[in-house]
T-cell receptor
Framework: GAGVSQSPRYKVAKRGQDVALRCDPI?????LFWYQQALGQGPEFLTY????????KSGLPSDRFFAERPEGSVSTLKIQRTQQEDSAVYLC?????????????FGAGSRLTVL | KQEVTQIPAALSVPEGENLVLNCSFT??????LQWFRQDPGKGLTSLLL?????REQTSGRLNASLDKSSGRSTLYIAASQPGDSATYLC????????????FGAGTTVTVRA
């Protein structure tokens, strides 16, 4: 597709439920990032993939968060046993390159609300 | 850890006035700095990217300056229009982890017609 597609756009979960958020990057993009944006804050780095390899997961808040990109294209961010503090917009971005010269394209985000 | 701060948090101006948005960062060992625009319910749109060796970048009515030694960048938007209303985010890439963006909390701009 022409851009980065994320689904679902909106998700309401009860505390304790598991959720899965999907990201379809631009075809051929090597880099893929997940960021978490709480209300009124800037995005915070969660994790980074280069093709199918997860090179940095240092931003994942706890072991309840898990991300994968098994075939180097679509990525899924999974959150187990959701908590209220997980409520945020989850942004996915992809880039053609694997370096800091990368120009990233961001998706519209998945807004998660945990009740 | 790199800390990025944006002042002011919000700004309201009448149409036609020039906008000045400030960004500061704590670690000057950056790879580049980038300004983004975020509209409600939409993703981030890149406006300008300044490499660490550059002092400024310009695109149309937008001009961004970078003073790496003092850890500051300023985004100027000339002759503001209501369509410029959005949240503007500043982000830096450190030399040590040049793939990762560290964002400020943003400045929300309202341009009144």
């Amino acid at each position: 597709g022409a851009g980065v597609s994320q689904s679902p756009r909106y998700k309401v979960a009860k505390r304790g439920q598991d959720v899965a958020l999907r990201c379809d990057p631009i075809s051929g993009h090597v880099s893929l990032f997940w960021y978490q944006q709480a209300l009124g804050q800037g995005p915070e780095f969660l994790t980074y993939f280069q093709n199918e390899a997860q090179l940095d997961k240092s931003g994942l808040p706890s072991d309840r968060f898990f991300a994968e990109r098994p075939e180097g294209s679509v990525s899924t961010l999974k959150i187990q046993r959701t908590q209220q503090e997980d409520s945020a917009v989850y942004l996915c971005a992809s880039g053609l390159l694997a370096s800091g010269a990368n120009v990233l394209t961001f998706g519209a985000g998945s807004r998660l609300t945990v009740l | 850890k790199q800390e990025v701060t944006q002042i002011p948090a919000a700004l309201s101006v009448p149409e036609g006035e020039n906008l000045v948005l400030n960004c500061s960062f704590t670690d000057s060992a950056i790879y580049n700095l980038q300004w983004f625009r975020q509209d409600p319910g939409k993703g981030l749109t890149s406006l300008l990217l300044i490499q660490s060796s550059q002092r400024e970048q310009t695109s149309g009515r937008l001009n961004a300056s970078l003073d790496k030694s003092s850890g500051r960048s300023t985004l100027y938007i000339a002759a503001s229009q209501p369509g410029d209303s959005a949240t503007y985010l500043c982000a830096v890439r450190d030399r040590s982890n040049d793939y990762k963006l560290s964002f400020g909390a943003g400045t929300t701009v309202t341009v009144r017609a």
